[in-house]
């Protein structure tokens, strides 16, 4: 079993910063890839961006510049710094990770953490 926790979510005003934290836990070979999706109640829930496991990232259009995502492979952690909050970022945020797990035979899989919410509001 592979578990994904995000943690670091709250209230911020407007222009404030918040740093979210997802780590993997359980039994597992490898991580390849941890992305960062955000879904507003109603909404699909979007990419935001991806941190590779050789330290590669990619952001959605929408977020480049205010988002910063970076990882600890050795933690098995990635984060996501967010600077300059809008009201529009106000979102559950989540956290997904593809990974090569199993017993005899390895296979990849992809797991979902429960989010952890951001709210901007003055």
């Known amino acids: 079993q592979v578990q994904l926790l995000e943690s670091g979510g709250g209230l911020v005003q407007p222009g404030g910063s918040l740093r979210l934290s997802c780590s993997a836990s359980g039994t597992f070979a490898k991580i390849n890839v941890m992305r960062w999706y955000r879904q507003v109640p109603g909404n699909e829930r979007e990419l935001v961006g991806e941190f590779y496991s050789d330290g590669r990232t990619d952001y959605a259009d929408v977020v480049k510049g205010r988002f910063a995502i970076s990882g600890d492979n050795a933690k098995n952690t990635v984060y996501l710094q967010i600077d300059r909050l809008k009201i529009e970022d106000t979102a559950v945020y989540y956290c997904?990770?593809?990974?090569?797990?199993?017993?005899?035979?390895?296979?990849?899989?992809?797991?979902w953490g429960q989010g952890t919410r951001v709210t901007v509001a003055s």
């Open positions: 997904n990770a593809d990974v090569l797990t199993g017993g005899l035979t390895l296979t990849w899989a992809t797991y």
